[in-house]
């Protein structure tokens, strides 16, 4: 596509349930990242994917949290027994091959409300 | 990645200059600025960059110190619709993780 995609835009959980966030970066790059950014807040780095590197999870919170990329593509970000804390725009950016001339292009995020 | 330091939050008169300052003071050699803008409820947007020089785009410009300690975005003519939140980052390009500030607010007021 055009632009990084993500899916769902919003998602209300209950407190303990797990939740899967979708990101469809942007065609051929190579670069994708996770953010967290809590209401009224700036970004918080969680994890940062490039090729077939190991992933850069050195911002994931605890153990709840997990990331997994299929190859260049599709990543999700997973947040298991969701606890209040967690809710907040859980944003996906994407750059192409480690080099960013253009900077980041974001997409616009999940908003995750836990219940 | 060396931390920068910018003001809470501005105001700018629509039509004029808006000039936002950030301060990098542990910049390195390698490590070029980055400003990057979020309007409500959107993903943040790219605008510029530069390590040395001052640079010019579609958008703004971006001006550097000599010693690198400092910069300023400026929007010449700032429009309503550059209300957001301005964010100036430091970093290696092609680097990992970017760790993005509490940023500056800015107002553009008719």
């Known amino acids: 596509g055009a632009g990084v995609s993500q899916s769902p835009s919003n998602k209300v959980t209950e407190k303990g349930k797990d939740v899967e966030l979708r990101c469809d970066p942007i065609s051929g790059h190579t670069a994708l990242y996770w953010y967290r950014q809590r209401l009224g807040q700036g970004l918080e780095f969680l994890i940062y994917?490039?090729?077939?590197?190991?992933?850069?999870k050195s911002g994931l919170p605890s153990d709840r949290f997990s990331a997994e990329r299929t190859g260049e593509s599709v990543s999700t970000l997973t947040i298991q027994r969701t606890q209040q804390e967690d809710s907040a725009v859980y944003l996906c950016?994407?750059?192409?091959?480690?080099?960013?001339?253009?900077?980041?292009?974001f997409g616009s995020g999940t908003r995750l409300t836990v219940v | 990645d060396a931390k920068t330091t910018q003001p809470p939050s501005m105001d700018c008169a629509e039509g004029r200059a808006a000039n936002l300052p950030c301060n990098h003071s542990?910049?390195?050699?390698?490590?070029?600025v980055y400003w990057y803008r979020q309007i409500h409820s959107q993903g943040p947007q790219y605008i510029i960059h530069?390590?040395?020089n001052n640079e010019t785009n579609e958008m703004a410009s971006l001006i550097i110190t000599e010693d690198r300690k400092s910069s300023t975005l400026i929007l010449p003519h700032a429009t309503l619709r550059d209300t957001a939140v301005y964010y100036c980052?430091?970093?290696?390009?092609?680097?990992?993780?970017?760790?993005f500030g509490a940023g500056t607010r800015l107002f553009v007021k008719a």
């Open positions: 994917f490039q090729g077939n590197s190991a992933p850069d």
């Open positions: 980052i430091v970093r290696v390009t092609g680097g990992f993780k970017t760790i």
């Open positions: 542990t910049i390195s050699g390698n490590e070029y």
């Open positions: 530069g390590l040395k």
């Open positions: 950016a994407s750059s192409p091959a480690g080099q960013d001339n253009y900077g980041y292009t």
